[in-house]
C-alpha cells in the first residue's frame, strides 16, 4: 500500500470558546461525489472534549468549508459517564437512521480518566443528535474491567460488529495504559454481547494497538490502527486483514505513512481513518500531540 500525504486540513486555534485546541480522531462521511464531511473532537478550556464538523474537497484538503458554530455533541451532565468530554468515533447510517457512536470520559483519582462507549441518532442526512441515554452503551465489565475505548462498528446481514479498544492494566506512570483489540457482537447496534475475545493483541515493544477503521471489501476486512510504541508518546500506523473478522494477520510492513522531518506530524501519526470517495480510498489521521496539531488527509495509490 502506498499512502501519499495531501496535506494538513485543520486544527482548532481558539475559534470558539469550546473549541480552543486540538482536532483529534477524525472521521469522515462523504456528502456527495465532490464534498466530505469530516467530524472531530476539540477541547475547551477546561480540557473537556467536544465534537464539531467541517467540509472538504479532497483535492484542495485546506479549504475548509461549513465549520460548525456550536457543538454537535458535548459533555454530559456532572456526574454522568461523559460529564469530562466527549470524542468522535464514526457514524453509521442504517435504515434511515446516523448511529453517532462517541467515547465518554470521566476523570479519576487513582487512575487520570476512565472511557466508555456512547450512542446519540439523528434522521438520515441531519447532525441533529440527541443522546439516547445519560447512560453509555458499553461500558466496563467482567471482560473489560478497566476501561473502554475507541469502537469502530460496521452493520452488515449477519448482524452487527463492534472493534474496541480494552484497557488491560495501567503502567507505571500514571498516564500510560496497556491496551488490546477486542470484538462485540450486536443485533441492532445498542445492545452489545462480549466474551472477552481478543481481535488483534500487542507485539513485542508495543504498549497499545488502538482506534481501528475497519472496512469490508470482497469477502475480507481490512483494519487500520494505531500502535503504541514502548512507554513513549511514540504512534505509528497498522495494518491487519482477516477472513471474519475475528481472527487477524498483521501486516504493519504494508502501512508505508511515516513522519515527516518537521511539520505537524513529524512526532507521530495516530487514529487512522480510513473510507472511500468518488472511486478513491483515503486516510484522515492526527498527528503530534494525539491531535493536538489538527488531522491531516492521504490518498492511497495501489501499487
Given amino acids: 500500500m502506498a499512502w501519499q500525504k495531501l496535506g494538513h486540513v485543520f486544527t482548532a486555534n481558539h475559534h470558539a470558546t469550546w473549541m480552543q485546541g486540538y482536532a483529534s480522531t477524525p472521521f469522515a462521511a462523504p456528502l456527495n461525489n465532490t464534498t466530505i464531511r469530516c467530524y472531530f473532537s476539540t477541547r475547551d478550556p477546561q480540557n473537556r472534549s467536544h465534537i464539531a464538523s467541517l467540509d472538504i474537497n479532497p483535492r484542495?484538503?485546506?479549504?475548509?468549508?461549513?465549520?460548525?458554530?456550536q457543538p454537535i455533541l458535548s459533555p454530559g451532565p456532572q456526574g454522568a459517564f461523559d460529564d469530562s468530554g466527549?470524542?468522535?468515533?464514526?457514524?453509521?447510517?442504517?435504515?434511515?437512521?446516523?448511529?453517532?457512536?462517541?467515547?465518554?470520559?470521566?476523570?479519576?483519582?487513582?487512575?487520570?480518566?476512565?472511557?466508555?462507549?456512547g450512542l446519540a441518532i439523528a434522521d438520515a442526512g441531519s447532525d441533529c443528535f440527541t443522546k439516547i441515554s445519560e447512560?453509555?452503551?458499553?461500558?466496563?465489565?467482567?471482560?473489560?474491567?478497566?476501561?473502554i475505548s475507541s469502537p469502530w462498528v460496521l452493520a452488515g446481514n449477519e448482524g452487527w460488529k463492534m472493534w474496541y479498544g480494552s484497557h488491560t492494566s495501567?503502567?507505571?506512570?500514571?498516564?500510560?495504559?496497556h491496551y488490546v483489540i477486542k470484538l462485540a457482537t450486536s443485533p441492532d447496534g445498542i445492545h452489545w454481547h462480549r466474551d472477552g475475545h481478543i481481535a488483534l493483541n500487542t507485539l513485542p515493544g508495543e504498549t497499545a494497538v488502538v482506534r481501528p477503521s475497519v472496512i469490508h471489501e470482497n469477502g475480507e476486512y481490512h483494519m487500520?490502527?494505531?500502535?503504541?510504541?514502548?512507554?513513549?508518546?511514540?504512534?505509528?500506523?497498522?495494518?491487519?486483514?482477516?477472513?471474519?473478522?475475528?481472527?487477524?494477520?498483521?501486516?504493519?510492513?504494508?502501512?508505508?505513512l511515516t513522519v515527516r522531518p518537521s511539520g505537524w506530524d513529524s512526532e507521530m501519526l495516530c487514529y487512522p481513518c480510513v473510507f472511500d470517495h468518488a472511486g478513491s480510498r483515503y486516510m484522515l489521521y492526527n498527528g503530534n500531540g494525539f491531535g493536538r496539531t489538527g488531522f491531516g488527509l492521504a490518498l492511497w495509490q495501489p501499487q
Avoid at 60 to 69: E, R, V, Y
Avoid at 170 to 177: G, H, L, P
Avoid at 244 to 255: L, M, P, S
Fill in 60 to 69: 484542495q484538503p485546506a479549504d475548509i468549508a461549513n465549520l460548525t458554530p
Fill in 135 to 147: 447512560a453509555p452503551i458499553l461500558d466496563r465489565g467482567h471482560h473489560d474491567p478497566l476501561s
Fill in 224 to 256: 487500520w490502527y494505531s500502535r503504541r510504541i514502548g512507554n513513549k508518546q511514540t504512534c505509528a500506523m497498522g495494518y491487519a486483514h482477516s477472513p471474519d473478522g475475528r481472527h487477524w494477520q498483521r501486516r504493519d510492513d504494508a502501512v508505508n
Fill in 170 to 177: 495501567w503502567q507505571t506512570e500514571q498516564s500510560d495504559m
Fill in 86 to 117: 466527549v470524542s468522535m468515533m464514526q457514524t453509521v447510517e442504517h435504515a434511515g437512521r446516523r448511529y453517532l457512536y462517541y467515547l465518554g470520559w470521566n476523570l479519576g483519582v487513582t487512575t487520570p480518566f476512565r472511557n466508555s462507549v
